[in-house]
């Protein structure tokens, strides 16, 4: 009975002083062993090397994509640079204030006014524009009557548009050369996956395939980006043309307005 207890008075006071400690936040003692906490795991991912990384750059990189047309890739460059010296050189010499020079007209037909044939051909013959050449190409023929004078005008205007046309047609033939080579090196590119596919008897991976299939769409790129420029800018110069000779005849019309009257006063007298 007084053994009995003992024991109930011992479970009372561990008891009591478990729920004290817990209530201080105490941590109770435990005899089991601390559970270690597993190894944390690596991530097994595959990284690019510095060398890698910097070699799939080169790779993607723009002036690679260039290399990467070959010799026919390089002759479409080559073309490109000429196209674009080509356009701005059209840019600056086919214009309004170049081929019909602000107050040429009017000068003229001011010398023509007042009876300065004499004059008015020595300032044509000093001026470098397409109206001054289509007014001293009439101007010259005066001594053979008016029609001498409006058939010289005509043929040289015909022949001062066609100088015109002839130097943008090299736009032409570059907007239509350069897909024709851009199609060589599709060709050229396939050959050659086709040779890597012959040569493995039919077991190629793809990347033994991929280098001929990517020369064949870099020099396609290539050809077209050069085309289609080029064909645009000709399209647009030979449009100014056009209505810069048409403009220019109009206006040598109303300056030989002068010369046109005098003959016809001539021959009513």
């Known amino acids: 009975m007084f053994r009995t207890s003992l024991i109930g008075l011992f479970f009372f006071v561990t008891l009591s002083a478990g729920m004290l400690r817990a209530q201080e936040g105490i941590p109770l003692p435990t005899t089991e062993s601390p559970v270690a906490a597993p190894p944390a795991v690596e991530s097994v991912t595959e990284t690019e090397t510095p060398a890698e990384s910097a070699k799939t750059k080169d790779r993607k990189g723009f002036f690679a994509i260039l290399q990467a047309g ?3 890739g390089y002759v479409i460059i080559l073309l490109s640079l000429v196209a674009v010296a ?3 050189e059209h840019a600056l010499t086919i214009r309004q204030k170049v081929l019909m020079p602000t ?3 009017d000068e003229i037909l001011q010398m023509l006014s007042q009876g300065q044939l004499g004059a008015a051909l020595q300032k044509c013959k000093e001026g470098d524009s397409i109206l001054a050449e289509v007014l001293g190409a009439g101007m010259a023929e005066y001594e053979f009557g008016w029609s001498a004078v409006e058939k010289a005008t005509e043929e040289a205007m015909a022949e001062e548009a066609s100088r015109l046309y002839r130097k943008i047609e090299y736009l032409n033939v570059i907007g239509n050369i350069a897909p024709m080579l851009g199609l060589l090196g599709t060709v050229v590119g396939m050959i050659f996956a086709f040779q890597n596919l012959a040569d493995s008897e039919g077991y190629a991976r793809a990347g033994d395939l991929a280098q001929g299939i990517y020369l064949a769409l870099v020099t396609t790129v ?8 080029s064909l645009a800018a000709y399209s647009i110069f030979s449009n100014r ?3 810069l000779i048409a403009e220019t005849t ?3 019309e109303q300056v030989l307005g002068p ?3 005098s003959f016809l006063k001539k021959s009513k007298v």
């Open 222 to 229: 290539q050809g077209l980006v050069v085309a289609i420029p």
């Open 70 to 72: 070959g010799s026919i």
């Open 86 to 88: 080509l356009i701005i």
């Open 259 to 261: 010369i046109k009257r």
């Open 103 to 105: 107050g040429f007209a």
């Open 250 to 252: 109009y206006v040598a």
């Open 241 to 243: 043309i056009a209505f």
